[in-house]
C-alpha cells in the first residue's frame, strides 16, 4: 500500500474525518488531505501523524508491513517492534529505548533506535507477568518526578496498558510532541490533570483529546 493508503486506513480505524486529524496534529485540513490523496508523498509532521494513529512513520512509508507503534527499522538499526529472541529458557530480551523520557518533559519527534538487553527470567516475573515484546526500558530525565523517579535511573513500561484508571500509577506519555513521565488525574468535562511527585512542580490540565498514553511505569531501577 502507498503511504496515502496507510493513513486513511489508519484514520479510518479511528473513526476520524481528514479535517480531525489534521486539528490532532495542528496543521491545515489541505495538508492532510494531500497526503491522503498521494499528492504529497512526505511530511515534516509525519512522526506526529503516525503517533495519532497509533503506528510509525515506518509503517506509513511501507519501510514495514508492521503497523504496531513498537514497529518499525530505520537507517538500518534494529526495529523498535523487533520481536525478540529467546536466547534459552531461563532468559529472555527486552528493548532498551535510547530516547530519554523528560520526567518534565522531552521532545518525542526524532529518531528512535534501541538496544536489546538479556534478563533472567525469574528477576523479570518480579516485575511482571507481561510478555516480552510490550516491555521496554527508557531512562528518566529531570527531577520531576522525584523522589519516585531520579534523573538517570531506568524504568520498565508496558505497553499493553495504555488505558489509565482513576489516580492509578504512573505513566509514560505524549502530549503533543512532548513525551513525559506522569501520574494521571481524570477531571469532568473531558479533562486529564497531569501530576508530578515533586511538589514544587505544579500539575496542569490538558484536554484528554490531547494525550496519548505509550504505557504504564510498572518498575524502576537505579542501573541495568
Known amino acids: 500500500m502507498s503511504l496515502a493508503e496507510r493513513i486513511e486506513e489508519r484514520r479510518a480505524l479511528k473513526g476520524w474525518t481528514q479535517a480531525e486529524l489534521a486539528r490532532r496534529v495542528g496543521i491545515k485540513s489541505t495538508s492532510i488531505w494531500k497526503l491522503a490523496s498521494g499528492q504529497s508523498q512526505g511530511s515534516k509532521h509525519l512522526h506526529t501523524i503516525a503517533r495519532l494513529l497509533d503506528t510509525t512513520p515506518e509503517y506509513l512509508l511501507g519501510e514495514t508491513d508492521n503497523p504496531s507503534p513498537l514497529a518499525g527499522v530505520k537507517d538500518g538499526r534494529q526495529s523498535f517492534g523487533h520481536q525478540p529472541r529467546e536466547p534459552s529458557d531461563d532468559t529472555v530480551e527486552l528493548r532498551e529505548i535510547d ?62 496498558q495504555r488505558s489509565p484508571r482513576m489516580n492509578d500509577g504512573i505513566w509514560a506519555l505524549a502530549i503533543g510532541e512532548i513525551g513525559m513521565v506522569k501520574r494521571l488525574s481524570f477531571q469532568g468535562g473531558g479533562f486529564i490533570e497531569v501530576h508530578s511527585d515533586n511538589q514544587l512542580v505544579r500539575p496542569m490540565s490538558v484536554s484528554a483529546d490531547e494525550l496519548h498514553v505509550i504505557g504504564r511505569v510498572i518498575a524502576v531501577v537505579r542501573r541495568l
Do not use: C, H
Not at 105 to 124: G, I, K, N, Q
Open 99 to 160: 530516547l530519554q523520557y523528560g520526567m518534565g518533559a522531552t521532545y518525542l519527534d526524532v529518531p528512535v533506535t534501541t538496544e536489546m538487553r538479556t534478563f533472567s527470567r525469574e528477576w523479570l516475573r518480579g516485575f511482571t507477568k507481561a510478555p516480552p515484546e510490550v516491555l521496554f526500558w527508557a531512562t528518566g530525565d529531570g527531577d520531576s518526578m522525584e523522589p519516585t523517579i531520579r534523573a538517570g535511573e531506568t524504568f520498565l513500561v508496558d505497553t499493553s
